[in-house]
């Protein structure tokens, strides 16, 4: 589905030159509306993922200063990024800054930071591409590296647009895969542990209680408060689903199996049925689910196709667990000289490709 182009025409100049540019602007408007209604006509992705490789080079091959070359890929990603809210495209994630940037001169980094931070601060203003589009910007990555200021702004912007629903721009900044992974294997290792702590408890009572004994001096009926002051700390674990991360869910309370078990199953001298052995609970385990809630991506889908400009047909520790089942392009122009052509000629390699991918993921 096509997403209407706000409308940007007014009154005429009267210079000659303001004439011809304005009917200029609105027959290429025109042109590109009719082409994106034919592109429609097949399948289009839902979410691109875009390596925005050669602003350096570019800089260089221009002989421009080397923020240059930063500044145009900023104008260029602002051209593409409206192109594919046209298009209809929902999802667009962008490789800001890997957190091997780091490594590079300090004045580079600072350069990179400070353009960085305008550009937040220009999404906020109201005729930004965020309110014209009504996109939600998340911006993915370790932002603890980030230095204060620019993680303020971050932080301002995803609040600012959090209620956009129509689209959303994923921003890697302090981004890599590799630290990802390391992330939502901690997350679901620190979730699962406590889970295990309260079943290794859970069946350490189990033992003591099939063998008729009071545990700690306690009959049935003061089990089920121990048990309520134990999974406090899990309760505390309850929060939403954020836009660096994926939900952190709370440990299961076993409040409601002593509530239901234990109670019927209890006689006043503290015995228990041989029922009271279907209570006990299975050590937790890491499953696939539990890994990839846990990732930063988690709050979209993965990606139909990555873009890297430039002609690169590396990955660069990107996304690399979300795109296993994705269409790569590689363009040779460099991220500011990248436009509609390539956009075009990326969807339909998608709409080519797009059958094939899709029986391969209804395989997993």
């Known amino acids: 589905m096509v997403t209407s182009v706000p409308n940007k025409v007014g009154s005429y100049s009267s210079t000659g030159n303001g004439v011809h540019k304005l009917f200029f602007d609105d027959i290429t408007n025109f042109l590109r509306r009719c082409l994106f209604r034919v592109l429609s006509v097949g399948p289009i992705p839902t979410h691109l993922a875009f390596i ?3 602003n350096r ?3 260089k091959k221009q002989n421009l200063k080397e923020g240059e070359g930063h500044k145009a890929g900023y104008l260029a990603l602002m051209s593409l990024l409206r ?4 298009l209809g495209i929902k999802y667009v994630t962008i490789y800001a800054f890997s957190i091997e940037n780091f490594k590079r001169r300090p004045d580079e980094v600072q350069s990179l930071m400070d353009l960085m931070l305008e ?3 220009a999404l906020l203003m109201e005729e930004s591409i965020v309110n014209q589009y009504g996109i939600r910007v998340c911006f993915i990555g370790n932002l603890r590296l980030l230095s204060e200021p620019v993680r303020a702004a971050a932080e301002k912007v995803m609040k600012v647009t959090s209620n956009n629903s129509k689209a959303m721009l994923l921003v890697c900044v302090a981004y890599t895969a590799s630290n990802e992974i390391v992330h939502a294997v901690e997350g679901s290792c620190k979730e699962k542990g406590k889970e295990f702590r309260l079943c290794r408890l859970n069946n350490d009572v189990m033992d003591d209680v099939e063998d008729g004994e009071k545990i700690n001096g306690m009959v049935v009926h003061d089990i089920q408060d121990f048990y309520k002051d134990t999974s406090v700390e899990s309760q505390g674990l309850k929060q939403g689903k954020g836009c660096n991360g994926a939900p952190n869910h709370a440990c299961e ?3 409601s199996n002593w509530d239901q078990v234990l109670t019927s ?6 015995e228990f049925s041989e029922g009271c052995r279907n209570l006990r609970q299975e050590d937790p385990v890491i499953k696939l689910v539990d890994i990839e809630k846990h990732m930063y991506m988690a709050v979209a889908p993965d990606p139909d ?4 400009s430039s002609g690169e047909s590396r990955l660069s520790n990107f996304l690399l667990w979300q795109t296993s089942n994705c269409q790569l392009y590689s363009p040779a122009a460099l991220w500011p000289e990248i436009g509609l052509s390539q956009l075009v000629w990326a969807i339909l390699k998608f709409q080519q490709s797009h059958s094939y991918l899709g029986k391969k993921k209804k395989q997993l």
């Open 305 to 308: 196709m990555l873009i890297r």
């Open 265 to 270: 199953k209890a006689s006043k001298s503290g």
């Open 52 to 54: 925005m490789d050669g």
């Open 83 to 86: 192109y594919c809210y046209e």
């Open 119 to 121: 550009k937040m601060e």
């Open 57 to 59: 080079r570019y800089a």
């Open 253 to 255: 309370s076993f409040e």
